[in-house]
């Protein structure tokens, strides 16, 4: 028996050789080779679409998660520069002047000078230097009839430029309480700002892949922005986190949950040393 071609229509006219070709049989068995080949084109133009809506959609939810890190790197940006601005703003305020306390002035006991007496000749002592007889003195005197009383406390304030006066200087504060205050102050803008391990682009995919999304706020399809607010310690650990700007019950304790267990940032430091900064924390829920 010779091959026969499947897809070359001979062999219908073979089989139905003698037969009445009316039948619906041969006309179904004659048109199979076009069906075939529309099945076949209408699979590939099927395929075609299906694999190219797969490649857009991949490169569609790509280029939006490149967008959200950018607009939360910009977002980030704009946080610190508002913490320069401030800190500016704060150095312009004038400090206020100290007054310097008023100075004492002790009190002078009045005191008349002793000059020690000199024997002269006679014909030496001038006429002004001479003892003056009583009588002579009294002609002198005007006496009053009223009577007054003299000042009996002979102690008299008196500003003497010949004496000065000691002023302790201000004794140093401890330099430990001092250190101690450092430590404990919370600063909100530091000359080195603290930073996580990596950069900005290593916290956005490590929030990125360690955020949970609540199945309550996928259900109800709550989408935002939750803003957070943390203490960088000065050994980096997270301390103090707070929601400075909520969306949802279920977003906001995700977001809780994912700046606690950070791990481990870069300390700020202020005049060379590791001090607490408060820091603000954008953390974005987004359905894909």
Known sequence: MSNIDLYDP??????????????????????TGNRNMKALAILVAAAVLIGGYLVWKIQADKAAAERQAYMEQLELSKLQEQAKKDRKEEQKIEK???????KEIPQVRETQKFTAPVIKKDELVKEENQLKQQDKLDADVAVGVKDEEGVKDRNIEAARTDVVQAVEPPKPEPKVEVQKEVEQKIFDVVEQPPSFPGGNAALMSWLSSNIHYPPVAEENNIQGRVVMSFVVEPDGSVSNVQVVRGVDPSLDKEATRVVKAMPKWVPGKQNGQAVRVKYNLPVTFKLQ
Not at 10 to 31: H, P, S, T
């Open 10 to 31: 001979k062999w219908i006219d073979l089989v139905f050789q003698d037969k009445n070709k009316e039948y619906g049989a041969y006309q179904l068995r004659k048109g």
């Open 96 to 102: 206020p002047k100290i007054e310097q306390p008023k």
